[in-house]
């Protein structure tokens, strides 16, 4: 089952524009992460944000964190054509068990 | 590269066949998981190992499937009389020893059954 589920499904801006997208999940977290995927390869690790920290920066991502609301968020600020890929939240509910994934967003960034 | 490298990177097979594929996780990391992603989904989790020890497997994973570690080292993922259902990509990810152990992935292997 998954537990995450983003918003929106996907997303269309111009480059320069920033993306932000959402992660809603259900259950208590230890940690929340944010992966990139582009189409038909494998994830890779954008950042890591811990249930007690409330937001994060990472270059040109930024991460926040609710957990009274059991949401968090992902900005992306001045796009480029290549952050054009699927973004995925991740939770985890225990020290490094299995992840729990959302449908992802499909980010589009046209030139 | 130290990243984590999987083999093959894709694979074709007819429905009723096995097939076998292999996970290098990052050395120094170890945990390794398993999961699998179909087409338009996030990933879903099959299972984990905290070096040769499988500690989780999820009810996904079916008797056909099998998975090892057995020098806690690179795993692999076993399945056996495939079925047209198994088609998806097979991702291996690893984690380190300490926290807050962020889960890295490998390139995936493709699996078609024809």
């Known amino acids: 089952s998954q537990q995450g589920e983003e918003d929106p499904q996907a997303l269309s801006i111009q480059e320069g524009e920033n993306a932000t997208m959402n992660c809603s999940y259900k259950?208590?977290?230890?940690?929340l992460q944010w992966y990139r995927q582009n189409s038909g390869r494998g994830l890779v690790h954008l950042i890591l944000?811990?249930?007690?920290?409330r937001e994060k920066h990472s270059g040109r991502l930024r991460v926040t964190l609710d957990t009274s609301k059991k949401s968090s968020s992902l900005l992306i600020t001045a796009s480029r054509a290549a952050d054009t890929a699927s973004y995925f939240c991740a939770t985890d509910d225990a020290a490094g068990n299995k992840l729990t994934f959302g449908g992802g967003t499909r980010v589009l960034v046209k030139p | 590269d130290t990243g984590v490298s999987q083999n093959p990177r894709h694979k074709i097979t007819k429905r009723g066949q096995n097939v076998t594929f292999r996970c290098d996780p990052i050395?120094?990391?170890?945990?390794l998981y398993w999961y699998r992603q179909t087409l338009g989904q996030g990933p879903e989790f099959l299972t984990y190992?905290?070096?040769?020890?499988?500690?989780?497997k999820s009810r996904l994973l079916s008797d056909r499937f099998s998975a090892e570690r057995p020098k806690g080292s690179f795993s692999t993922l076993e399945i056996q009389r495939t079925e047209q259902g198994d088609s998806a990509m097979y991702l291996c990810?690893?984690?380190?020893?300490?926290?807050?152990?962020?889960?890295?992935f490998g390139p995936g292997t493709r699996l078609t059954v024809t």
């Open positions: 190992f905290q070096n040769e020890a499988q500690l989780e």
């Open positions: 259950t208590s977290i230890n940690n």
């Open positions: 050395s120094e990391h170890n945990r």
């Open positions: 990810a690893s984690s380190p020893r300490l926290e807050p152990w962020e889960q890295y």
């Open positions: 944000i811990r249930s007690n920290e």
